[in-house]
């Protein structure tokens, strides 16, 4: 049986999961990334090194592979690039140091590809070869996969969906542009959407998701408007790539009955009758803990 | 020397080019529509193979391959489906019928696809991994080809980004929804919006490009605001597959100096700055007659 290792870096912890082929996680060490942020960025990945040698010995087992998955993760040169929400900015060379620590082939990419390879390998994506994942996060990442393969874009940056444009000259983004497809959908554009009608607070999705439950329409609203929104992007969506599927990961994924009906809706009612009642709305088939470490291992599967 | 031979299928007329690998168009004949319009597509099919035949024998030489460009075209069914622009309407299979009737590899996918294979075998594209080709005409078509391969989504109709809306609730498009891009760039698009300032008639884009050659000021802004208009679009677009270059191709391509300045102005202007200053936009590198007769023979290569 071959052994792999898959990094999930976030933006406050970093999970190092060792992987049997077979998409099994035999263990995983949690890093925390708040003890490293003041230092440079070498120590943090010091101590990734020391992780995956420590698995390594634990199971007697040499690693075939490291695979990354990380935010603002560049794919063809191995780097984390301006990654808003970690302590280290600018480029950052991770694939490439790892690899000379460890003497393993190390490869990176950004979270979202990383996940729609770990949905390929492992989860619901396994006959697909087009179709999207959505990671419903922070922000709003996304992975492309087209003719069975990931679409990188000449630079490594394809597949950004979230910064597309959804409403013309609407709601300002963290990118400095104004109606990303993240401005609205994601954590911070479901509160906003939600204290938008002005009748109470929520600092969850989940919190949103759970009035909603109990029938408070302002929240049942919030997220029929989250899937309308969706619903016209990936109408827009479907004349790019094609894609049979489309499927959503992440903690606001988890309210899918909330907002796939009318992501559905809007999404028939405006695409092109070539694409019409071709593409399915899924979620995620990976636990939410294990979809970023399988899907980077899977990387260098 | 290997022989190949690229069928350009078109509404009024089809072209049978006889092509060599170095891209050289030997010969070529033209079979126009119209005398069989009223007929089964099967009599049209066989002139056609008649028309193979012909340059074959004239030349002495066997065929290694037969590569068609058409309007609707699917590239894994090598059928032409529900053309709006044919006489003949539902589902036909081009390719199959042609290759048993001459005994050759035949294939076929839509022209626009065609077009991008075409310029990234001997035109402008030759460099290019990730690029977008766009032909403007009676519609708007596009290409995407993605680390250097043709992108086709999971049912062969991806690459329609004359269907990605550019003006929400805009103008009727000919596919029964509002605001395509197509209703607005294109040959109807461009003449709609000259009109629309009610100045004065023109029956051609070409015409309008005279009148803004001459000074006409909404002539001038026609094409400019045709370029804002697809600026706006290929903003969006980066986020899909972030090309390098996007390449245009058609008579109105020709006015590009009447539209490439306000286009790359609206881009910059609109795209996320992962993108910024990253985009060529470009005209073909193919003479008009010959773009879709090589980039058809190019699909059998």
Known sequence: ?????????????????????????LDRLVILIEGFASGPIETFLDAIANG??????KYGQPIEGVGIGAPNGNFYRGTIEYAPNMPWKDVHEVAAYLEKKNACRTVLTNDA?????GEKQFGVAKNFNDFILITLGTGLGSGIVSGGKMIYGHDGFAGELGHSIVVPEGRDCTCGRKGCLEAYVSIRGLLETYHDFGVGKASTPQEIAMKAQLGDEYAKETFVKTGEWLGLKLADAATYTSPEAVIFFGGIAQASDLFFPSLKETLEANVHNLYRNKIQIMKSGLPLNDAAVLGSAALVM
């Open 113 to 117: 590809n990383a996940a729609a390879i």
């Open 1 to 25: 049986m071959k052994h792999y290792v898959g990094i999930d870096i976030g933006g406050t912890s970093t999970t190092i999961g060792l992987v049997s082929e077979e998409g099994i996680i």
């Open 52 to 57: 995956i040698r420590e698995l390594s010995t």
